[in-house]
């Protein structure tokens, strides 16, 4: 038995796995929602883009697919220096969670805007995922590395925004 055969018999085809994933395709094949004659609801796309492959779909906003990958970037970038550079100081405990907080809402929402371009308001929700890591993340970050409590009226308006991108992104 070759390495690829073994590997196929642990994932797929011992009785186990075969068990598993033959319930799954049951429960796939259901229905979720029913329309008032009792058909199943079939969800379909918009007919621009019923015949586009989905690199097609997903690079048609690739502005915020460039700047997901940017701000995912900076989120590791900024997670491993903040994880050295913050002083020890009387606030340590604070301040290291204010960092940890900002730097979760960073990775989160940078992942969030990979899907902006197939949500039906990209540059709506786009601007507002943006500006409100920008913002709420921003003054975080400034807070945490500070220590100045100056920009931390802001944070609340960053949130805000962040909220309203993720309800754009439901429209």
């Given at each position: ?68 990958g ?5 989120a ?34 940078s ?61």
């Amino acid at each position: 038995m070759s390495w690829t055969e073994g590997l196929n018999y642990v994932l797929f085809s011992n009785p186990i796995s075969s068990s598993v994933i033959g319930s799954f395709k049951g429960f796939a094949t259901m229905p979720i929602f029913k329309a008032p004659n009792n058909q199943p609801v079939v969800a379909k796309l918009p007919p621009m883009l019923e015949n586009l492959p989905v690199h097609r779909v997903v690079f048609s906003g690739n502005n915020f697919v460039r700047l997901a990958g940017l701000s995912g970037a900076a989120a590791v970038i900024l997670g491993a220096y903040g994880a050295h550079s913050i002083e020890k100081k009387v606030d340590y405990d604070e301040r290291k969670r204010i960092y940890a907080t900002a730097n979760n809402y960073h990775f989160i929402n940078s992942l969030a805007l990979l899907g902006v371009p197939l949500c039906r308001h990209p540059t709506i929700a786009g601007s507002f995922l943006s500006l409100g890591m920008l913002i709420f993340c921003g003054t975080c970050y400034y807070d945490a590395f500070t220590g100045e409590k100056v920009l931390t009226k802001l944070t609340p308006v960053g949130g805000m925004l962040l909220i309203f991108g993720w309800l754009t992104l439901m429209l």
